[in-house]
């Protein structure tokens, strides 16, 4: 069984990428982080777009709907809530569809090949998320990759340093599994980078920083505080939105 990472979603595009593979999709900071906050709280399924149109169509389609997500780390006009964690946090969302558009994270889950078995994954629940891939991987005797979502595609230090720990997650639960170059460089990120030194280093710690979200980074770099690890269980055919759910028995076939 193979492990790899790519620390940006365009690597997919330069490489043969296969559908059977389980794909760990992170963005620390903060859509992976969010989702999963959002499942924590309640949320029935999250849709995930690709744009700030695609996402407004389907908020306006089926009533109900809580229009969330960030442009440029900023609430959109017409949308009905953020990209902030810690808002969340404090919200009861149960039996909640949320629809989601970020600027990296929603499209990265895009990126891995269609109809390919996606985990949200993130510091937040990252034991967790490593476990179910790995169960995942051995029930289907196939491969894990980890795609971190960067930041408008560029390498963004803490989703490397969250790739890197859930690859040493990975190795610890399982002998089994052959690791890339990807992994090493990964896991030294991480040894060097753990989520005190993201905190001041991460150039998007210092913007959430800059725009007063202490509280958020406060649940992007706290490890292992939930076992909830969304998975996408299709597309929504009238949208082409990416439905996600919780928990993984959720996930008939994509
Ligand atoms: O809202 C976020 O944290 C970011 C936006 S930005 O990169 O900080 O402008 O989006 P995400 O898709 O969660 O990385």
Known sequence: MQLRIYFNPAELNFVETSAEDIYIVIDVMRAT?????????GARHVLAAQSLEQALEAGQRVPGRILCGEYHTKTPAGFDFGNSPAEFARMDLTDQELVLTTSNGTRALFACPEKSIRLVGCFYNGTAAASTALALAQEKRSNIAIVCAAEYGYFALEDAACAGYLAKELLSLSSDLTIHDSIHSAM??????????????AQSSLDLLALGQQKDLEYCLSKNNSTCVPVVTGIEAETGL??????????VSI
């Open 188 to 201: 030294t990120i991480y040894e060097n980078y753990p989520p005190a030194a993201l905190l001041e280093k």
């Open 242 to 251: 990416l439905r996600l759910a919780y928990p993984v028995s959720e996930l």
């Open 33 to 41: 982080t969010t989702m999963t906050i959002m499942f924590e709280q």
